[in-house]
């Protein structure tokens, strides 16, 4: 066997929000040999989305270290490694996080004589921006599909602009697992699984959070739980303008209506109907066999990504659930989409470790990273993604790029933690206002 499948991996992961950091922490967990240690370091990329420590605390990841970084400050310490570089590098980030660090990396290991393999992917269901994402990733190593449906798009797109596609590798979502379920609980439980953005206007979301109240009310003898994914002033993945308990507030709830928070594979223990417009969530039950319902109450559409599940014979609407209908998914479909319910997720892995391990013992390391974006290809479109990263065209740091040189003082800290709450502010309050005023 060789000498990289049985030592102890260095292990890098960037991430930019919370359920990034949750994906590209478990996929290098999921990523290393079976017989392999592993030593995770995880780096947070600076920025409206930057996870809090209670949304660090509610993924359950622990990694052996972690700090907050610049793009750039993540750059230098991945050039500095010298002759001890990490084995894997998880890039757990946007499509234009991914494409601009890629060529950062690219500028930095000019020279090295070893790099890691890189690594990429996506947290959970594509539905949209499909070829915009895939083309930002190109040029990583691995670029993970969750799916046997989505390694097929992927190859697809790659080969139809004549791009390298092999890096497409099948896997599944890292997250899935847990118990089965067995049974109906005391009580019976339905879960409404939330999403930051989806819908996004006032109207739809609270026409959602009435049909939800309305559904404790006919059922009494019934737990009815709004799983709720971040607390207000907190960003996820998405920027939540209208989140679900401040709309709850002051409202007359009945005594078995709650709101929750907390680890999602812990809410679904005791989960018997889990419903959601188009949450990865809903990929999560079906892996448990969890009844799973996909809304149709808004329509089927693209901008709610709920088009996805067509076929998966989960649609259905507030008022057939009211009725007492129970979904039952489409195993063809299911096992299309990677849920892997028929107890092949165990093995889900083993050809993406099989490559890296091949890659790590590749003789002569491995040759420069080689994204299909390049000042040639994309000369109107790339330099503006590299410059929002403070990297110039060649994928170096621009001249008074944001980089910290040591760790922050107590005043510094202070200010740092003020300038990104007011930013926060900016982007999840008073943008969103100005937008509506717009649209007056």
């Not at 209670?54 to 990694?63: I, N």
Request: with cysteine.
């Amino acid at each position: 066997m060789p000498a990289s499948a049985t030592k102890s991996l260095r292990v890098a992961v960037l991430a930019d929000s919370d359920t990034r950091w949750k994906w590209g922490a478990l996929t290098a967990q999921r990523l290393a040999p079976t017989d392999a240690g592993i030593r995770l370091d995880g780096y947070l990329l600076r920025g409206r989305a930057t996870p809090t420590a209670r949304q660090l605390e509610e993924v359950g990841v622990r990694a052996d270290s972690l700090r907050e970084v610049t793009g750039v400050e993540f750059l230098r310490a991945m050039g500095e490694t010298g002759e001890d570089p990490y084995d894997i590098l998880v890039l757990a980030l946007v499509g234009g996080g991914v494409q601009a660090m890629l060529h950062g990396l690219r500028a930095a290991w000019a020279g090295a004589g070893r790099r890691p393999v890189v690594v990429t992917g996506y947290v959970g269901v594509v539905y949209e921006k499909l070829a915009d994402g895939l083309l930002l990733r190109h040029g990583a190593d691995l670029v993970l599909a969750n799916s046997r449906h989505d390694a097929d798009r992927f190859r697809a797109v790659y080969e139809g602009v004549g791009a390298d596609a092999s890096a497409v590798t099948e896997v599944a979502l890292p997250f899935l697992g847990g118990a089965p379920y067995t049974g109906e609980h005391e009580p019976y439980t339905v879960v409404f699984a939330a999403q930051p953005s989806v819908p996004d206007s006032r109207k739809d979301r609270t026409y959602l959070l009435n049909r939800l109240i309305e559904h404790a009310r006919r059922h009494p003898e019934r737990e009815v739980l709004l799983k709720l994914r971040s607390k207000p002033g907190e960003h996820t993945t998405h920027i939540e303008e209208l989140p679900y308990q401040k709309l709850a507030q002051g409202r007359d709830l009945p005594a078995n209506f709650r709101l929750v928070y907390g680890h999602m594979g812990e809410v679904l223990d005791r989960t018997d109907l889990l419903v959601t417009v188009s949450s990865t969530a809903a990929l999560e039950a079906l892996h448990r066999r969890i009844p799973t319902v996909i809304l149709t109450d808004l329509g089927v559409r693209e901008v709610l990504g709920n088009h996805h599940f067509t076929g998966s014979g989960c649609l259905a609407s507030w008022d057939q659930l009211d009725a007492g209908h129970r979904p039952v998914p489409d195993e063809e479909w299911v096992a299309r989409q990677g849920v892997a319910a028929d107890g092949t997720y165990a093995t889900a892995f083993d050809t993406a470790r099989e490559r890296i391990v091949k890659l790590l013992d590749r003789p002569g390391g491995l040759p420069p990273l080689n994204p299909y974006y390049t000042p040639e290809t994309a000369p109107g479109y790339l330099p503006g993604i590299l410059a929002r990263h403070h990297l110039g065209p060649d994928g170096v740091p621009l001249p008074g790029a944001p980089a910290a040189d040591k760790e922050p003082g107590p005043v510094r800290q202070i200010v740092r933690r003020a300038a990104r709450g007011a930013y926060r502010h900016g982007v999840q309050r008073v943008a969103p206002v100005i937008r509506r005023m717009g649209e007056l």
